[in-house]
């Protein structure tokens, strides 16, 4: 297979070039000239015509329809030819993203100066250790390390992961499990990006790592004798959860007794080991019903019981406090409820109902402590934290940690203390950097512990944030979350970034990134979508979008846009979007369905080729995916797949500037999606708007690259290429 890339002189940056001045300059509260310009591209820069990737007809007739998909041939991956093909797809977005590396580079420097390089997190009581992460100035990773409580409080480093990336050019951290006694730690590491980590158990009193390395595990928990504990792995092709081994320290990995074994592909399997310490808990789970295991830890040689059978649509989890296992259910109550049984008759008959279901409160988690349970819950699109009590001299009371803010995000913060007489919990917002909090349930007080730093002169007083609402297009309300610099109004003079997911149910948290000041400060309104598929409004709001209401997603999402353009929010012609995996879905739909909404649309990882991967079985997440977007060898689900599939959809009409950007090694979504999509968009599209693809050949996962100024990099790429379209 040959390809012949064409050089011919270029200036604009659909081809290469760039616009001429003189130098990039510092923030500014506009978009001027000045603040975005990049120098002209000399003679020895100017940059070759996109590749243009051959096509390969390879026909799938399904349902009696078929379907020729040209670019099949992107799949073999490591062959020669798919090599030469992302490689030249690299050297064009490197050329012509040249003349903005000016851009880039003040970027990158503007949002490092905003970091505090060399920090620690809070402390966090174990036992009889206070653990805790550092991070040191030029260092891409933190250092996890602890000390005594008492006594000797000299540093110990437990894991140091740059001394692991001198070796490694990614490393990603997942499984961190202490045991009880804190002698034995276990942690899973990847050094792909592929999201396989090897678990490895380091013996702190030597500092050695035990001999044996277990691949691919996914979760782990210690028995109570700190030699002893259950793991799962999952299968090396389908990268589904589906066991559960015991092992102990010393033994012969490759004997390790069997567990459990999840038969059914829709579900994953974990375990882990509650808070209590007394149980560990193994949760099978699809995307709709769910089934709890649970073994004595301290006799992990015994066999699991069951809490309830699995039953279709039946989503419950299991959390365990004093005599009781406390369950979060859904059984008749969409937005769930929950209910407690007695350890020693958990049958669902005698399930006894303390917090009932709720139409408009989303019941999303509960943390069991000794005396106290902490429910966090979701209301009109905002997280809520209650704390009940469960002691006899206050049975039953409870009361709402209050917020200072009208737009934030909240969550439980690292609580392994099970007699804890306080809870920690982790809040930000658009303008609040992560703050660790600690709430006093004697007193009823909370105590800031620490707030992230942010330097550079940043003032959260600059800024403001709203809530709006769109009507979509049936008449439902979508919220919108906005941030902008003080004192703009809704006078269409403004560029907007738009960002949304709205899948799998999960919210999109309003989260800090003092990152996206740098657009901010130049003149860029930013603003979320809270669409249907997500979970920002309840269950109800993810049944909406997904499956044969998918579409809802997509026409939130742009009705959404005519909204913010409508009334002012976004300047006309100057609306840029951004999504990540399902978001890029997100991305590929919406463009298809109406691109003269859009100036330019960056798409992460992006999930663009969904009827061709939801019929491929063998891949990771396509089977357990089917109760999200449907299973296309179901002719009704096929048919309503098509209709908005991104891949499938691409016809010959103008689409905006966009920028497309994946991982080689990426295991959740694949990296021949995106190239496939760019190659076809590259044969049909009709105008001459840039098509940029950037593809992370050097290990790396579906965040990107690992290590922090590596990211840093990557967004001040991203952001030149925003600038450049939003003048």
């Not at 909406?544 to 909204?563: E, L």
Request: proline share 6%.
């Amino acid at each position: 297979m040959k390809r012949l890339l064409l050089v011919i002189p270029c200036v604009s940056l659909a081809c290469g070039g760039g616009a001429t001045s003189t130098s990039p300059a510092g923030p500014a509260n506009t978009l001027t000239p000045a603040a975005l310009a990049s120098p002209a591209a000399p003679a020895s820069q100017i940059a070759p015509l996109p590749p243009i990737a051959p096509k390969e007809r390879h026909a799938v007739t399904l349902h009696g329809q078929e379907r020729v998909d040209d670019y099949f041939w992107l799949r073999k991956k490591d062959s020669p030819d798919v090599l030469d093909y992302l490689k030249a797809e690299n050297a064009f977005a490197d050329a012509v993203m040249r003349p903005s590396e000016p851009v880039q580079k003040a970027l990158y420097e503007e949002m490092l100066a905003r970091v505090k390089e060399t920090d620690l997190s809070v402390p966090v009581k174990r036992g009889d250790y206070l653990y805790y992460r550092r991070t040191e100035e030029g260092k891409q990773y933190p250092i996890h390390c602890r000390k005594k409580v008492n006594g000797d409080a000299s540093e110990v480093v437990i894991l140091d992961l740059n001394e692991i990336a001198k070796a490694e050019k990614f490393v990603d951290l997942d499984t961190f499990e202490v045991s009880d006694d804190g002698s034995e730690i276990a942690y899973g590491l990847d050094t792909t990006g592929f999201r396989q980590f090897e678990l490895h158990v380091k013996e702190m009193k030597t500092g050695k790592e035990w001999p044996e390395h277990i691949p691919r595990v996914t979760s782990a928990g210690w028995a109570k004798d700190g030699k002893t504990f259950l793991y799962a792995t999952e299968d090396p092709t389908t990268k589904r959860a589906n066991q559960i081994h015991r092992h102990v320290l010393g033994q012969e990995v490759a004997k390790d007794p069997l567990v459990y074994d999840e038969k059914d592909e829709r579900f994953d399997i974990k375990v882990e080991r509650s808070r209590s310490k007394a149980w560990f808990i193994m949760t099978s789970e699809s995307r709709t019903t769910s089934e709890v295991r649970v073994l004595s830890a301290d006799k992990p040689g015994g066999a699991p019981a069951v809490i309830a059978p699995r039953e279709q649509g039946h989503e419950y989890y299991v959390d365990h406090g004093g005599g009781l296992f406390y369950i979060r259910t859904n059984a008749g109550a969409r937005n769930f409820r929950l209910v407690t049984a007695k350890v020693s008759d958990p049958a669902r008959s005698k399930w006894q109902e303390i917090i009932p279901h709720r139409e408009d409160v989303m019941l999303e988690e509960v943390h069991v402590f000794a005396d106290h349970y902490v429910v966090q819950e979701r209301q009109d699109g905002l997280p809520v934290l209650r704390i009940v009590h469960t002691d006899a001299a206050h049975a039953g009371k409870g009361e709402r940690i209050e917020m200072p803010e009208r737009i934030y995000s909240v969550r439980d913060a690292e609580n392994p203390e099970f007699g804890s007489k306080t809870y920690r919990y982790e809040y930000e917002s658009f303008v609040t950097p992560k703050s660790v909090f600690e709430y006093d349930l004697s007193a009823r007080e909370k105590k800031l512990l620490k707030r992230t730093e942010v330097l550079g002169g940043y003032e959260a007083s600059n800024y403001e944030t709203q809530r709006l609402y769109a009507t979509a297009r049936d008449g439902t309300k979508v919220p919108i979350s906005l941030l902008r610099k003080k004192g703009w109004k809704a006078d269409g003079s403004h560029p907007m970034l738009l960002r949304a997911y709205g899948s799998y149910g999960l919210p999109y948290e309003i989260a800090f990134n003092s990152n996206v000041f740098s657009l901010v400060d130049r003149g860029i309104v930013v603003a979320v979508a809270h669409i249907r598929g997500g979970g920002d409004l309840g269950k109800k709001w993810h049944d909406q979008g997904r499956m044969m209401t998918k579409v809802n997603t997509f026409t939130d999402f742009i009705d959404t846009g005519k909204y913010l353009l409508e009334e002012g929010w976004a300047r006309k012609n100057d609306l840029a979007i951004e999504g990540w995996s399902a978001g890029g879905l997100l991305m590929g739909a919406v463009t298809n369905m109406r691109p003269d909404l859009f100036k330019a649309v960056i798409a992460h990882v992006p999930f663009v080729d969904v009827v061709n991967t939801m019929l491929d079985e063998s891949l990771p997440l396509t089977v357990n995916e089917f109760e999200e977007w449907g299973n296309p060898k179901i002719k009704e689900q096929y048919d309503y797949m098509m209709t908005y599939s991104p891949y499938d959809n691409i016809a010959p009409k103008a689409y905006p500037a966009m920028l497309v950007k994946t991982s080689y090694n990426d295991s959740q979504v694949m990296y021949w999606e995106p190239s496939k999509y760019v190659a076809k968009l590259r044969a049909t599209k009709t105008d001459n708007s840039p098509l940029i693809f950037k593809i992370n050949m050097d290990p790396a996962g579906h965040q990107g690259q690992s290590g922090r100024y590596n990211k840093l990099h990557e967004t001040a790429f991203d952001y030149a290429f925003l600038l450049d379209q939003l003048r």
